[in-house]
């Protein structure tokens, strides 16, 4: 079983950039496929990237298309999401998750990203 720790979040202006972390124990990444989910307030929690076991294949949310990029560092067992030209309407706490037999089984605690407007 993965443990999972968000970190980098936090306070960014419109049009900023943060990366967010995903520390990852007791078990490799790479034997996971792996994902980023984000909840609003108010809302329900939304799917936003996600990155295939193999790490070669990754998928996007129409909403974070071309400004957000999910990687994986197998070495530091550490998934990140860089977001660029960010928008009040990314502010969310934000999730990461490992899937094993075709869901997302192990989550993280989440970290909040608030945009300023």
């Known amino acids: 079983q993965v443990q999972l720790v968000e970190s980098g979040g936090g306070l960014v202006q419109a049009g900023g950039s943060r990366r967010l972390s995903c520390a990852a124990s007791g078990r490799a990444i790479s034997s996971y496929g792996m994902g980023w989910f984000r909840q609003a307030p108010g809302k329900e929690r939304e799917y936003v990237a996600a990155l295939n076991r193999d790490g070669l294949n990754t998928y996007y949310a129409n909403s974070v298309k071309g400004r957000f990029t999910i990687s994986r560092d197998n070495a530091k067992n550490t998934v990140y999401l860089q977001m660029n030209n960010l928008a009040a309407e990314d502010t969310a706490v934000y999730y990461c998750?490992?899937?094993?037999?075709?869901?997302?089984?192990?989550w993280g605690q989440g970290t909040q990203v608030t945009v300023s407007s």
């Open positions: 998750a490992a899937a094993s037999a075709g869901s997302y089984r192990y």
